[in-house]
DNA sequence: TTGGATATATCCATCTTGGATAAGAGGAGG
DNA sequence: CCTCCTCTTATCCAAGATGGATATATCCAA
């Protein structure tokens, strides 16, 4: 699938909700995003450069993030900044709706305990 | 990776998490595990014949589930039915804490709206 | 006893990912 | 001004994971 038209079906594939979410709160570049990846799953999940760079074009053509110019500050030529687009957005909350579902599950059968 | 020892890191499989979440509260046997993770997830995740046995046979091999007697009152003698282990629930409960620390994430950044 | 639903199981094509590799620009130090 | 090392984007290919078709057999109802 993927690059075809809006194609905003839950579930995400895992690459593209994370990323989508490291972008939730502001720009990053590629290595950026991959950083911060890392930082929101505690070390867990850690982008390799063909996933990063296969689901950024992907996520382009799609129309979830698009490219921006680098904030004020940043020299580096090389950086490709991303921002969420509204279809991103969406497309994101779907799928943290669809994780919280499951935590939800996860804590009424004991799994986890109850929300603080 | 899989049919190897005990191999209980995060991530797991998000097939093999859904199959977990299902027998966390009761056994159930192979369509009857597919249709209970349907459930969990509001249809969202379906799980195929192919990914649905092959992912019970090697986490009875990697000791995450073990297969047990039919409860009483089931006749089918068809059916396997299959129970978490304590490896299990232990993997479980791990995977469950990541997706919950995702949430949060996602709160934090009014993605979702704050927990009730 | 016949037919459709249920159940487990395997195989293969497709989807998804990770890592090796490449190529070029930036930056520090001599 | 060079040289070396890092950072950055990017592509390719092998390995991993999934879904669906198919097979086989049993259960159950008509």
New binding site residues.
């Given amino acids: 699938?993927?690059s075809k038209n809006i194609d905003t079906a839950v579930p995400l594939?895992?690459?593209?909700f994370h990323i989508l979410l490291a972008l939730s709160d502001e720009d990053h570049?590629?290595?950026?995003i991959a950083d911060e990846v890392e930082e929101n799953t505690a070390g867990a999940?850690?982008?390799?450069?063909?996933?990063?760079?296969?689901?950024?074009?992907e996520m382009t053509q799609d129309g979830l993030v698009r490219e921006v110019s680098a904030p004020a500050g940043d020299?580096?030529?090389?950086?490709?900044?991303y921002r969420l687009t509204r279809s991103g957005r969406a497309a994101l909350r779907a799928e943290a709706s669809r994780y919280e579902r499951i935590v939800d599950v996860a804590r009424k059968r004991a799994v986890l305990r109850e929300a603080r």
Same sequence: chains 1, 2.
Wanted: charged share 30%.
């Fill in positions: 699938m993927s594939k895992p690459a593209v570049h590629g290595l950026g999940i850690r982008l390799g450069p063909g996933t990063l760079y296969r689901s950024l074009k020299e580096d030529p090389r950086r490709k900044f």
